[in-house]
Structures are given as C-alpha cells and as structure tokens.
C-alpha cells in the first residue's frame, strides 16, 4: 500500500473474499472450480477491543474522475506526489492541496498520515451533494397484534415492558427520533399521543374495506416531547387488551395504513406478530402438509404463499421504510410467506416458537433480542455499491435487499447484522499485479448525519494454480455456498441443494488432485492445507438445521432457519455449520477458564470434535451453535459438582430442556455464568440473538438429546453419513488418475 500501514486492508469481519489471490484470466479461475465472491458485512456492531472506525471530515470527498472510486491505501502517487493513479482503473488524478496542508493551522501535514490513505475501512461526513433530502430522522412505528393469543401467551405485556425500558437508549441525536404505535385484531387502533394531552387517546377503525387515517398528526411523535405519554401507553396497554377474546388479525390492512402514515418520511415498521394473518388483503391459511415434509414437494412449503407481502415490501424500499418482525405463534405461522417483508426491505426476522412468557426463559430471549434491536447502531435510508478493478465483473448478489439497478443495493435500514454476498466473474486478464475490491454504503446514521462507509480490499493476482488453492479461505467459501445453498432450497428442492454441495466439494477436490498428484496413494485425499476445514464446512451445511434429511422439522422453524442463514455472517454461519464443542472438566482443573485473559477475553476449554465418542457420563460438556447453548450433563456428574453448579444434587432434580443458569456464591458458578455470559453477549452483538440454554440429562429427555446429538456433524444418523464415510464418498466421487 502507499503508506505501508497495517489496517490498509478492510478486516475480514468487514469484508472477505473466498481467493486471497485472484486468477489472471477466466480459464485459471474456471480450472481452479472455486466459486469467487464476496462477503460483506458492512455495518457490523463493534465488539470489546475492536477499533473504532476512523471518521473524516475534510473540505472534499476525494474520488476517481472516471470511476468514481474512493481514494484508499492502494493508490499510488505520480509526478511528484502531484496526481495520484487509481488502483481500479488506473486514471490518473489531481491530489487535492488540502492533502499536504491544513488551512486552518496554515501549516503542511503530512498526506501520508490520513486515514484514507492508512484505513481499509473509513467513513466519511458527506456533504449535500450527497442528499436528495434531508437526513432521515429515526423513525419506529410499533405494529402490535393483540388478538387473543398474543395477550395470552404473555407477548404484548413483555412487549411493552421492554419496550418502555428502551426508550432512553433508543439512537436519539438532536431529539429528532419519532415512535408511533398501532395496534390491531379484527380493527385497527390508532393512538393519538400528543404532549399536549393528560393520557393517550385510542382511535378505532373498525371498517376495514376503507381504512383511513383518523387524525393527519399526533399519530407518530416526537420520542422526546411525548416519552411520558408513549410510557403511559405502554403501561396501559397489556390491561386494555386483556379480556380480548378475538381470533381474528388484519396484519395486511395494518401494514398498508402505517405504510401510509410513514411513507412522507420513511421509518422502520417493528410488527410484532402473534396469530396467523387471517382477514382481507394478505389473509393466510394453514397449509403445513405433514406428508411433504422430507419429500422433493417440500419445497412448495418453503416459497411464499401469496404475493402480498413481497409485493409490499417492495413497495415499501423506495419510500426508505423497513420492516422488522417478530412472530410468536404456538401453531403454523407461515414464516416462509412473511419472512420477505423483511427480506426485501433489509430488515429482520425474530421467531419464537410456542412463546410463554410465563416461562422466564422466553420472556428473557423476547426481552433481551427486542432492546438490543431498538438500541443497537442503525444506519437509514442506505445504498451500497461494490466496485471492483476493470476485468471483473459482478453477476449475483444475495440478502435482505432489494436491487435498485444492475449494481445498487437499496436498504431502507442498514441491519448489523447482515451480510451481503456478492458472486463475481473475471470477464478479462487482469494485467496489473492487484486487484481492489471496493464497496461504499451511503447511508444516514442514527445521530443524523449523512455519511459514507467505504470498505477496501486489495488482493494480488496469480497466474500459479498453486497459490489460488493456498489463498482460498474455507469460511467465506462454506457461507457463499451456504447463500447459494440458501435460494437452490427456495428454487428447486433441498435435495438439489445437499448434492450441490457435494459436488461442489468433489469438484475442488479432484480438480486440486488433476493439478498436483504426486503419485498420492490413491485412498488418500489431497487438499491444500489452508482448505482441510472446508470437507468438514461442507458436510456441517449438508447436516445444518436448513438443509437436512428430516421427515418431521416444521415448515416454520426450516423457512426461519433458511432466512437467517441468508443474512449470516460468514462467522455466524461457521458457528451454524460447526459448533463450538466444550467438556467442561477444565472448568474444576484449570483456575483460568471462565475468567477474562490479558485481553480482558474470556478463556475457554478447548475445542472438541464434533463426535460423540467425545462424551462420557462422568462430565458436562458445552455445545454452542450460535442461536442455542446446550449442556450435556453425563448421569455419574458428582454431586458436589451438581452442586456448585445447579444448586441440585441430582441430574434428576433438574428441569428439563430450557433452563435458567442460578448465579451461586461459588467460584465455579461465577466461572461457569461467566461462559455462558460471554456466549450471549457476543451473539446480541454478531446477530441480536440471546441464545436459549437448554439442559441435556444424558438419557432422559430423549427430544432434546436428539437434536443435540445432530450437531455433532462427525457422527453417522439415520440419514446421514459419518464423517470419514462422506470423506469417503467424497473420494469415490473423484475422477479416477489416469
């Protein structure tokens, strides 16, 4: 780079390409059989310890005249340090003054200490030619079904709880952030919350075939004037509701009147969902068909019912409205149908499966997933662009958005948690000795101001076969495919998507074996040691919740399952693919596990592999796979341990599944809670997921043992190959040597 600095490439937790060395020409990539994309995940929220993003404010955005790339590390200067020469299509261009001086010290600084010039990732205070409005304020229109299910599962009281104890932390720079609430069954409520009023004042519309608008303001407020009077709502609402007896739910009706009210401004509707849509315009039927769950007609269960919601949402993203959604319903929800509200607007999708709020666990997920989305970083009103050096080219995209033209990614919310994947082509030689990959999100973050994030990756080029292989990187191929794997389950059949995988697999492999056997004995399998991970990625995707062999998963937990793996993170979905393993005996020898290191990081035990042979009965083993926390609980545990631990001295004495961990006054239950602490934290903030802990009695609660016993990726199942049995499969598949 031109100043040698070590962040002058984006981090991988920003942006990771699946070649760190890109082939010269089409034919070496097509040889290599390695899918090239990207993966980007451009508003991620900052973990402990991570670097703050630099932020620059200078007189003038410095861009390409011909291509409009961002000035970044990869640029070289010429004629003295007078022009400089893009790094994505080699124009030359002025180098502004103000890059060598600063007007208001009237003194010379040195152009090589700019963060554009030392950061991969920097953004930048744009200026009004990059706003065709305003900056969009912060804007959250709660959607809140209270049919009868959703007062008696408990879901509109912890709503509104968590609700009002967020308002405070809800991004609020300038006091702009405006909140607005409507609630519905068989009818629509409306609330005027006026600061000037003594209480909130509900407003019905009963006659849904015109729905209207009962007031042209107060409806959608001023956070900071009217907070006492959203706060009074809250606490009312749970009471008002209570003796509903109602089944009915006219979610469509209701999208399309806050849609209305929202459109002049755009906003992120949060539409918390209890019941099946079931009046007018988007009404939904049950249509779970036990008999074509694990059959190729699955599929049909997995694609939207109707249209309406889709069609919604995209009428939704030109105005800059998202929409969030959390849905709670004990029977058939048709997550499949639903989930492209959010798909098409970049929003989120929250399931929550036979919600109970009597059950503390369930109210603590809903709770804690609910804050973290109304607090966390929101970025508004956003496109993203990738630009990439002239010779390649980019053919596919995939997430939650919706593709405004050939190349831009409209996202009425800028999500953390999303990642968006790129697939790309090499349509010429690549003559220079590196290629940029770089992406610019505009969006207006939530303290007001318009800003652009721009994200750069420089990778060199190769004309070595062998240096592809070496550079590739397991993970962001496994979540490309992953993604792939994702829309080859909506497109065809799940079938089509497992054999893709394979074969993917097979293809890489025997293409790596064609390119470098050395005489290999032939029951061996050569692969480059950087990709040894990626059979173990591939067979984890293959057994993963989403895609596989199962005659008895609901319809709504595999839609759910499918739509978060599409907006996964390349490290969330290795998290799915391969869980992390734990046995817990190092917890009672080792003082440090369980406790932060030098980093002010929690040490944990080391990683197993993912086979039951690793369990035995004396021990706890730990089980994380991103949304779910599992312990294993061997029937010969100590009592004392059990003790210590659960404050029980039996397994036996221990709630089944769902648990809440006891906080005891012992170091090894501080050390322990401290695991599980730190699991949750760091999933809130990848994914806005508070994991659920779930007990495993080893041979009592067969359900749950089960479904652990399916995240151990290496074993044999009824309908699924080992470990070494695919690998061998896998070998048999290749092309025999000549």
Known sequence: SATQSADANASPLYKRCTLNAIPQNATLLGKSKIPFGLLVTPYRQLQEGDPEIPVINSPQIVRCRRCRTYINPWVSFVEQGARWKCNVCTLTNEVPSFFDWDDKTRQRVDRMMRPELTHGVVEYVAPQEYMVRPPQPVVMMFLIDVSIGAVQSGMLAVACKAISESLSKIPDAENRAKVGFVTFDSALHYYNLSSALQEPQMLVVPDLEEPFLPLPYDLLVSLNESKDMVEMLLEKLPRMFQSNTTTLSCTGKALKSVEKMLSPIGGKIILLQQALPNMDEGQLKVREEPKMIGTPKETQLLQPAIPFYKNFAVDCSPNQISVDLFMF????????????????????????????????????????????????????????????????????????????????????????????????????????????????????????????????????????????????????????????????????????????????????????????????????????????????????IIKNFAFKISSTTPTDHRSYALAMQYVYSPEMAVDSFVPRFYKLDTLITDPQIGMPDLENKIVFPPRLNLSSEKLDRENLFLLDNGSEIFIWIGRNVSPQIMTQLFGVETVAQLPAAKITLPRLENELSLRFNNLIQDIRTRRLKMMTLYPHLYVIRDEMDLNVRSWFLSHLIEDRTESALSYPQFLATVRDKMPKSK
């Open 329 to 540: 319903n004990a029977q058939y929800q048709d997550v499949a149908t639903l989930n492209g509200l959010a798909r098409f607007t970049g929003g989120n999708v929250y399931y929550y499966p036979g919600f109970n709020a009597n059950r503390p666990e369930d109210a603590a997920k809903f709770a804690s997933e609910l804050k973290q989305h109304l607090t966390r970083p929101l970025g508004l009103e956003a496109v993203l662009r990738v630009r990439a050096s002239s010779g390649i080219k980019m053919t596919s995209y995939h997430g939650n958005f919706f593709l405004r033209s050939t190349d831009l990614l409209a996202l009425p919310s800028v999500n953390p948690d999303n990642c968006y994947c790129i697939e790309m082509q090499v349509v010429e030689n690549l003559n220079n000795p590196t290629v940029c990959f770089q992406s610019a999100l505009l969006h207006t973050s939530s303290n007001g101001e318009r800003r652009i994030r721009v994200i750069t990756l420089s990778v060199p080029v190769t004309t070595s076969m062998a240096e592809i292989y070496s550079s590739a990187d397991p993970i962001a191929i496994a979540a490309l495919l992953g993604k792939k794997a994702v829309e080859r389950s909506l497109t065809s059949k799940l079938e089509d998507a497992r054999e893709a995988l394979f074969y993917k697999l097979v293809e890489i492999l025997g293409q790596y074996k064609a390119a470098f056997n050395q005489g290999t004995h032939p029951a061996q399998l050569m692969i480059a040691d950087n990709l040894q991970l990626l059979p173990l990625l591939i067979i984890g």
